[in-house]
C-alpha cells in the first residue's frame, strides 16, 4: 500500500485543464512536507514540473501549477496539449517510512 | 550544463551483487547530494538513497541492509552495490542530483523538503539466472 495515493489516469481534450491528485497521510503531507511533481514521458526519466508544493523551475510553462491542502496535494495542467500526454508523480518526504516517497502515478491522456 | 549517466551490467545472477555507476559531467559532484532511484517494469519509482562525497548518505530503510554507495570525486562519479539481488530487484534504476531550495522567508528547507532536479537517462538491470 502506497503511501501517497494518485489516480491512475486522467484525460482531457486539448485546450481543457486537468488536475492529479495525490493523497497523502499525517507523517507524509499532513506533517507539512512539501510536494514535489514530475512527468515522465514515455520511454524517458522524470522531470521536474513542480517543487516544493508550488514552484515552477525555469522553463516550466505556467501551465503547469501546484498547489496542497491538508493532507493532499493537486497539480494543475491547463491548456492541454498532445505532448502532456505521460506519466505523472508526486513526492515528498515520510517521517514513519524515514525516506523519500514517490505516489502511484497517473497517466495523462490527451483525447 | 551538467549531465548524469549510468552504466553497469544490464543483467546479475540473484543472490549475487549489482554495482552501477553514475558519472557526473559539467559540474563538480562536490558541491551536491546525489541519490539513486529504480522504478520495476510498469511500477512506480522508489527511492534507494543519497549520498555525498564527504560521506554523509541515507537509505531507503527497506534496502538499507543490502545498500552501499560511494562517491570517486577524481573521476565525478558516484557508485551503487546493491547485495543479495532477487527479480524482485529487476528495475531502471536512475542517477539523480538532489537539491533543496530557499522557503518564503528566505531560509534553506531542510533535507526533508529535498527533490530530484535532474536524472540521468537510465539503465535497465534484469535480475535473472
Known amino acids: 500500500q502506497s503511501v501517497l495515493t494518485q489516480p491512475p489516469s486522467v484525460s482531457g481534450a486539448p485546450g481543457q485543464r486537468v488536475t492529479i491528485s495525490c493523497a497523502g497521510i499525517?507523517?507524509?503531507?499532513?506533517?507539512?512536507?512539501?510536494v514535489h511533481w514530475y512527468r515522465q514521458l514515455p520511454g524517458t526519466a522524470p522531470e521536474v514540473l513542480i517543487y516544493?508544493?508550488?514552484n515552477r523551475p525555469s522553463g516550466v510553462p505556467d501551465r503547469f501549477s501546484g498547489s496542497k491542502s491538508g493532507t493532499s496535494a493537486s497539480l494543475a495542467i491547463s491548456g492541454l496539449q498532445a505532448e502532456d500526454e505521460a506519466d505523472y508523480y508526486c513526492?515528498?518526504?515520510?517521517?514513519?517510512?524515514?525516506?523519500?516517497?514517490f505516489g502511484t502515478g497517473t497517466k495523462v491522456t490527451v483525447l | 550544463q551538467v549531465q548524469l549517466q549510468e552504466s553497469g551490467p544490464g543483467l546479475v545472477k540473484p543472490s549475487e551483487t549489482l554495482s552501477l555507476t553514475c558519472t557526473v559531467s559539467?559540474?563538480?559532484?562536490?558541491?551536491?547530494?546525489w541519490s539513486w532511484i529504480r522504478q520495476p517494469p510498469g511500477a512506480k519509482l522508489e527511492w534507494v538513497g543519497y549520498?555525498?562525497?564527504?560521506?554523509?548518505?541515507e537509505f531507503n530503510p527497506s534496502l538499507k541492509s543490502r545498500v552501499t554507495t560511494s562517491v570517486d570525486a577524481s573521476k565525478n562519479q558516484f557508485s551503487l552495490r546493491l547485495t543479495s539481488v532477487t527479480a524482485a530487484d529487476t528495475a531502471v534504476y536512475y542517477c539523480?542530483?538532489?537539491?533543496?531550495?530557499?522557503?518564503?522567508?528566505?531560509?534553506?528547507?531542510?533535507?526533508?523538503?529535498?527533490?530530484?532536479?535532474?536524472w540521468g537517462r537510465g539503465t535497465l538491470v534484469t535480475v535473472s539466472s
Open positions: 516544493g508544493d508550488n
Open positions: 499525517s507523517s507524509n503531507i499532513g506533517a507539512g512536507y512539501d
Open positions: 539523480a542530483r538532489i537539491v533543496g531550495y530557499f522557503d518564503r522567508s528566505g531560509d534553506s528547507v531542510g533535507r526533508n523538503y529535498w527533490y530530484f532536479d535532474l
Open positions: 513526492q515528498s518526504y515520510d517521517s514513519s517510512l524515514s525516506g523519500y516517497v
Open positions: 549520498t555525498h562525497f564527504i560521506g554523509t548518505s
Open positions: 559539467g559540474g563538480s559532484i562536490s558541491t551536491f547530494f
